[in-house]
Nanobody, 122 residues
Framework: QVQLVESGGGLVQAGGSLRLSCAAS????????MGWFRQAPGKERDFVAA????????KYTDSVKGRFTISRDNPKNTLYLQMTSLEPEDTAVYYC???????????????WGQGTQVTVSA
């Protein structure tokens, strides 16, 4: 029932910027913590960023702190990931995910999107 649709991925040069969007439906979006994960070829799916319910606090994995910003537009049921100073190591499929109701962190997601490819060239 829950549907998450990512968009905004693409090819960008190192040092560039990209903004990912995740359109959510089938749930009271503002009541849930949300997050972004990424998976590079041959690697595990790793946590990137999370935001608490409503206009909650944010959390980032160390490698993206100061470069990525997670945000949400609750009236639009949309989650964002603004990525700047991109590095080749950021190349991965990026997935948005639904966390817990009234949660402050995405935790173990209950729903996933299909992902959007981000490729950063050197």
């Amino acid at each position: 029932q829950v549907q998450l649709v990512e968009s905004g991925g693409g090819l960008v040069q190192a040092g560039g910027s990209l903004r990912l969007s995740c359109a959510a439906s089938g749930l009271p979006f503002s009541l849930y913590a949300m997050g972004w994960f990424r998976q590079a070829p041959g690697k595990e799916r790793d946590f990137v960023a999370a935001i608490g319910w409503a206009n909650g606090g944010t959390k980032y994995t160390d490698s993206v702190k100061g470069r990525f910003t997670i945000s949400r537009d609750n009236p639009k049921n949309t989650l964002y990931l603004q990525m700047t100073s991109l590095e080749p190591e950021d190349t991965a499929v990026y997935y948005c995910a639904v966390g817990r109701k009234f949660g402050s962190d995405v935790g173990v997601p209950s729903s996933w999107g299909q992902g959007t490819q981000v490729t950063v060239s050197a």
